[in-house]
């Protein structure tokens, strides 16, 4: 303690709010909004990023997702990711001692907030009067009491994933011949319930007034003003879009679009790592300076029996940022589990490894017809890294697990994370999971059973009704029968295992590999089912353990799905025709198939238990599992 300070009390000022690291590279990542006690706030930008010296910048390293990453950003000309620091994870901060030197900056938004007292309704920009407490802003109402304000519900956005305050004097005067008055005085009249169609936006001074609900018109949306208010003053852009009217905490004003990779023992990537384990040497070498760099007993050793070709073809794609050609992540990832060594006694992983699976020593018969092998990882480490957000839609990926970057499905474009930063937002979870892998030629004999045939094109009906509002060069491409399969099996998993293994559903996460039996690379019909927790402290096997069981498993998830609460409405639903608009699902409901979002990769959509179990209504013989395992 500094003699200025001794004989005082330490004074405790909390921070102003606080996220989880891992929800940084989720739900609250950049240009999220997010409500905090007693105000609203828009996270900041990368380039707001502020790291503490004393800790400095902690660098998670997963070269495959970096290089397909890097390799993706540069196609669609969206800059350059750093070769060796690519992904950092957010800031580490101390509650007990805050500090404007460590943590994220956010923006107070919106700027527009409404009085609380039931006779005022003022809706007022902060900078216009309201005076700022200790925690809220309050307005000197006309009767001349204070009250206390609260920030508007309501923004504007764009498909391009702008954002910024609804105009609301432009928009309360919009029907007024005169245009715009001369001191607009606005009120949010929200109606004795609240409900959408009640609310009103008036001015008191010249009377003009609108109803919020013709917001909701396109042709009457007012152009962008293509704002990115979370990279700063410098991040406005030209827009052709017109604004659309967002609820603030609705659950479409922010999807973050996640990529991960598993760290496994990458054999396509071995001459990458050898020059990037002496690139200190390499970096200057040329075809005339290469031989005499051999000698160096360091380089020899790490290039061994490479040409110098091939070594000189890394050493230029490294310094470019290029990727030497390898799998797609999820294809190079299966090849690991179908790889895995059999159990055998006294198995132990190393407290170094950080990838340690083994294939389970299965008797003949002993697993059910139609599954291959169960592969047990005991020890799991998974980088989700933050590639951007959207609004409005969310981004549907392949079956590698890969977004789109630019423009895509109706329109809807990736928005950017920072403005000058070559790096990214990442978290490590470190955990344990059981991979179940089908039996490939079972799963293509019931991939041309009639039925199954009839039903695929029941659901590609269904999809293309779903994907006709896409422009044509944008529209999503059908997931296929066999995704449908793994799909809604992997959630009939979850929740059988989770009665049994110590966790929740909810932190049971899914992960498929899925790849049709054409495939060039490799056919793929398995279900990684895992947990975790970010940092290093793992998990305690209690899910890795379940794949011992995996036939009681599937006996409790055939009955699950045999049978819905919501039958024979829910076996019966034909995604081709639905009023509703369910065109993503088949048989599946909140009754049955629906998890939560967080353990689901698909936002609950493309799913069917009629392609697993028996159901009202169906064949036995499209199901998978037609008989109980």
């Not at 998670?60 to 950003?73: I, M």
């Not at 007990?96 to 919106?110: C, D, K």
């Not at 004795?192 to 001015?203: K, L, N, Q, Y």
């Not at 009639?450 to 659901?459: G, I, K, M, S, W």
Request: charged share 25%; aromatic share 8%.
């Amino acid at each position: 303690m500094s003699a200025s300070n001794f004989g005082r009390k330490q004074v405790y000022v909390p921070p102003e709010g606080a996220i989880r690291k891992s929800q940084m590279v989720t739900t609250f990542g950049p240009g999220a909004m997010v409500d905090l006690v007693d105000q609203a706030v828009l996270i900041g930008g990368l380039d707001f990023w502020v790291f503490p010296k004393e800790h400095g910048r902690r660098v998670l390293h997963e070269p495959r997702l970096r290089d397909a990453l890097a390799e993706r950003f540069r196609k669609a000309r969206l800059g350059e990711l750093a070769v060796d620091d690519a992904f950092y994870e957010p800031p580490h901060c101390d509650e007990r001692a805050p500090t404007r030197g460590a943590g994220v900056q956010v923006l107070e938004f919106p700027q527009w907030f409404v009085c609380q007292r039931p006779n005022c309704r003022a809706l007022v920009r902060a900078r216009d009067g309201l005076v700022r407490t200790s925690r809220r802003y309050q307005h000197h109402c006309d009767d001349g009491k204070k009250g206390d304000c609260v920030p508007v519900r309501f923004v504007a956005a764009c498909k391009r994933g702008h954002l910024d305050d609804w105009p609301w004097i432009a928009f309360a005067h919009r029907g007024r011949e005169q245009g715009t008055c001369h001191a607009p005085d606005l009120r949010l009249d929200e109606g004795a319930t609240g409900d959408f169609s009640e609310i009103v936006v008036r001015c008191r001074t010249c009377g003009a007034w609108e109803r919020l609900t013709s917001a909701l018109r396109e042709q009457t949306a007012l152009p962008c003003s293509g704002q990115r208010p979370w990279l700063g003053v410098e991040g406005k852009q030209q827009c052709t879009e017109r604004q659309r009217l967002l609820v603030r905490t609705a659950t479409n004003s922010y999807f973050s679009q996640v990529e991960s990779a598993l760290t496994i023992p990458d054999t396509t990537r071995a001459l990458g790592d050898a020059v990037a384990k002496v690139w200190d040497v390499l970096a200057g070498a040329t075809p005339a300076l290469l031989p005499a760099f051999r000698q160096i007993p360091k380089v020899a050793d790490a290039l061994g029996d490479w040409s110098d070709g091939d070594v000189l073809s890394a050493i230029s794609a490294r310094h470019e940022g290029r990727v030497l050609a390898g799998e797609p992540i999820r294809t190079a990832e299966y090849r690991q589990f179908l790889a895995a060594p059999l159990e055998a006694p006294g198995d132990r992983p190393d407290p170094s490894q950080i990838f340690f699976v083994r294939r389970l020593r299965a008797r003949a018969g002993e697993l059910p017809a139609g599954v291959e092998r169960v592969v047990l990882a005991h020890k799991l480490r998974e980088v989700r890294v933050q590639i951007g957000f959207t609004r409005i839609e969310a981004i549907t990926a392949d079956l590698q697990g890969e977004h789109a970057l630019g423009e895509h499905d109706i329109g809807v474009q990736m928005a950017n994370l920072g403005l000058t930063t070559r790096w990214l937002p990442a978290t490590e979870i470190h955990g344990e999971g059981v991979l179940l892998a089908l039996d490939e030629r079972a799963v293509h004999e019931w991939e041309e059973r009639p039925l199954v045939r009839a039903r695929e094109q029941q659901l590609r009906v269904g999809f293309d009704e779903w994907a006709a509002r896409f422009a044509p060069d944008v529209r999503p491409t059908f997931p296929g029968v066999r995704f449908y399969l793994l799909h809604s099996l992997s959630h009939l998993l979850i929740t059988a295992i989770s009665l049994e293994c110590g966790y929740a559903a909810s932190a049971i996460r899914e992960r498929l590999y899925c790849a049709s039996h054409g495939d060039p690379r490799a056919p793929m019909a398995a279900i990684l089912l895992s947990t975790g927790t970010p940092g290093t402290e793992g998990t305690l096997g209690g899910l890795v353990d379940q794949g011992r069981f995996l036939r009681a498993h599937l006996r409790q998830a055939y009955d699950l799905g045999v049978l819905c609460s919501n039958d024979p409405v829910c076996a019966g639903h034909n995604p081709a025709q639905d009023p509703a608009e369910r065109h993503l699902e088949g048989a599946a409901c909140h009754g049955c198939l629906f998890i939560a979002e967080c353990s689901c990769e698909r936002f609950n959509n493309f799913l069917d238990r009629s392609l697993v179990v028996p159901t009202l209504g169906h064949d036995r013989a499209l199901a998978f599992f037609a008989e109980r395992p």
